[in-house]
């Protein structure tokens, strides 16, 4: 069983999630100055086949960083649509409640960064593609 650890790179913050064939492991919103000590941290957990990192905002120079830093072979893989999906996801495990239900889910804003939840369609797109 495969296990890959998905990032979804941004500026300020990064997305992650750790997935196998038995599903999410593991999954949070991190600083992005956090991001390879908290790889490094999960490598060290958990048997790695990859790290993949979306080709987005810095996700270059985010896989370079992680190549001379860790001891797992990194991959860029594309993020096309992934932001959108994630956020249909988002509200399938979080549906809005109270007067928000009310709003049709495509006029929504999620309450927190949802940037795990692009790691996790990566990291699933990966995944089943493999």
């Given at each position: 069983?495969?296990?890959?650890?998905?990032?979804d790179p941004?500026?300020?913050k990064?997305?992650?999630?750790?997935?196998?064939?038995?599903?999410?492991?593991?999954?949070?919103?991190?600083?992005?100055?956090?991001?390879?000590?908290?790889?490094?941290?999960?490598?060290?957990?958990?048997?790695?086949?990859?790290?993949?990192?979306?080709?987005?905002t810095?996700?270059?120079?985010?896989?370079e960083?992680?190549?001379?830093?860790?001891a797992?072979?990194?991959?860029?893989?594309?993020?096309?649509?992934?932001?959108?999906?994630?956020?249909?996801?988002?509200?399938?495990?979080?549906p809005?409640?109270?007067?928000?239900?009310?709003?049709?889910?495509?006029?929504?804003?999620?309450?927190?960064?949802?940037?795990?939840?692009?790691?996790?369609?990566?990291?699933?797109?990966?995944?089943?593609?493999?």
């Amino acid at each position: 069983m495969r296990t890959v650890l998905a990032i979804d790179p941004g500026r300020e913050k990064c997305g992650l999630a750790l997935v196998s064939g038995k599903g999410a492991l593991h999954k949070e919103v991190v600083p992005r100055e956090d991001v390879a000590l908290i790889v490094a941290h999960l490598a060290a957990e958990h048997t790695l086949d990859k790290v993949i990192v979306g080709n987005g905002t810095g996700g270059g120079g985010l896989a370079e960083d992680l190549r001379a830093s860790v001891a797992v072979p990194v991959e860029m893989v594309d993020e096309t649509l992934s932001s959108r999906r994630a956020r249909d996801r988002f509200f399938e495990d979080n549906p809005p409640r109270g007067l928000r239900r009310l709003i049709p889910r495509g006029l929504l804003t999620p309450d927190r960064p949802y940037d795990d939840y692009v790691a996790l369609i990566l990291a699933e797109d990966y995944l089943n593609r493999a």
